[in-house]
């Protein structure tokens, strides 16, 4: 999914709602461009559980 952590638009049409957990990774520019779970990112930034 494209989108962008910083527009609730997106974070709302990807189920944010629904979600038990949000994990925030800092995706690096070696990482491949089309993997979409990233799997292999560098950073984990944050996790967030929703009450």
Known sequence: ???SIDC???LLRAGIT???NVVVV???LSNSAEE???A???TIVAVQTMF
Do not use: P, R, S, V
């Open 8 to 10: 609730l638009d997106d």
């Open 36 to 38: 979409d779970t990233l």
């Open 26 to 28: 800092n995706k690096e």
């Open 18 to 20: 629904l979600a038990e």
């Open 40 to 42: 292999d990112c560098n």
């Open 1 to 3: 999914m494209l989108g």
